[in-house]
């Protein structure tokens, strides 16, 4: 029979489609997006450059132009390996598809990035959580008691961690690194933010991953990821690439954007400081908590049940991300994307009007 419950496996029939809601109208404060775009004299400068490319032909398989100036731009060991993928999403999906599948385990924190459950188990690789503490820390002695009863062929650490915002102990995580007896990823997306890095640790460990993006830098549109790590790790990676994963367009595009680098750099600074206001500015409103972030985005816990402070929100026209689980550490919590000054008193008037 050609049936849908014949052919797609129990665990992806189980799966919902990550949702996208619409943001046409809304202050859009849910995807941790830097909220700037190029300066307009580097946008005509950019679109002059994607007028010269030859989009009748594939792209540079390799991305070897792009590549070297990554390592230049990033201070990337030339003993280190490097892929590069359609974001960070396809990085995590060729690490699970290398180590996992049937009768492996990927394990992360609780609560951590959704990705790595749903690309685990699209890859038919089980997924396990160690919940964090109440204060969003990682209980050491518990991480390492599950690695090792699990044996797991790989663990995601973000660092900061998405959605909480904070960065765990570089003790945890050597830890962790050390004790693993398979790949350590640790995922750097909020790195320009913090300035924390396990970049030039790698040399240290031979199971260490260090996956980063430019998305936050203000290149979301482009979708680029980055993995670096030991060559030999990376060198098996690159057999499961996809052919020209990364088109021309987004190569020229970075290419372009890493030449201008000091102006995505500005942006970050500009973030960070934006982002202290705003913790301050919800700091003085009642009815919340406001929990220390070192991201783009700040986590927010209410009093009140969060799906209603959302929808508040949404009929104020501003849209945050709900990520209200109820018995959960995220209970009645919502995570707010840094915007720019105007977005983020706009976001602040509309929660006092009504809390």
């Known amino acids: 029979m050609k049936s849908v ?37 580097l946008r005509d400068q950019w679109l002059q450059r994607l007028g010269q490319v030859d989009i009748n032909r594939y792209p540079d398989a390799g991305a070897h132009q792009l590549k070297t100036q990554i390592r230049d731009v990033f201070e990337i060991p030339q003993n280190c390996g490097l ?20 009768g492996r385990t990927i394990l992360a924190p609780a609560p951590s990035f959704s990705m790595y459950e749903i690309i685990s188990l699209t890859t038919s690789t089980d ?9 969003f820390t990682p209980d050491k002695n518990e991480f390492i008691r599950v690695i090792n009863e699990v044996e797991p062929a790989c663990v ?39 300035g924390k ?24 549109g482009l979708r680029l990821g980055m993995m670096m ?40 600074q500009q973030i960070v400081e934006d982002r202290q206001r705003l913790a301050a500015e919800l700091g003085k409103l009642s009815g919340l908590t406001v929990f220390p972030s070192e991201a783009n985005f700040i986590l927010v816990k209410f009093d009140q049940n969060a799906d209603t402070v959302f929808e508040q929100l949404k009929q104020r026209r501003v849209l945050v991300k709900n990520l209200n689980h109820p018995g959960t550490l995220l209970e009645n919590c919502l995570r707010i994307t840094v915007g720019t000054p105007k977005q983020n008193r706009q976001l602040v008037s509309a929660l006092e009007s009504f809390l």
Request: proline content about 8%.
């Open 127 to 135: 997924f396990m959580e160690v919940s964090l503490n109440q204060d």
């Open 197 to 220: 890095s396990f970049l030039q640790e790698i040399h240290r460990f031979p199971n260490l991953l260090v996956m980063r993006t430019l998305s936050k830098n203000g290149l979301a």
């Open 229 to 268: 790590g030991d060559p030999k790790w990376l060198d098996q990676i690159e057999k499961i690439r996809l052919p020209y994963n990364v088109n021309s367009l987004t190569q020229v595009s970075v290419e372009f954007c890493l030449d201008h680098f000091s102006v995505l750099t500005a942006q970050a």
């Open 156 to 194: 995601f650490i973000s660092y900061p961690n998405n959605p909480t915002g904070n960065s765990f102990d570089r003790d945890f995580i050597e830890a962790v690194i050390t004790s693993a007896p398979g790949l350590v990823v640790v995922d750097e997306a909020y790195f320009p933010f913090s």
């Open 5 to 41: 419950d014949r052919w797609v496996s129990p665990a992806i029939r189980a799966l919902s489609a990550y949702h996208v809601p619409p943001a046409e109208g809304l202050v859009k404060l849910d995807a941790m997006e830097n909220p700037y775009t190029l300066p307009e004299e």
């Open 83 to 102: 892929a590069l993928g359609n974001g960070s999403d396809e990085l995590i999906q060729m690490t699970a598809s290398l180590v996992g599948g049937p």
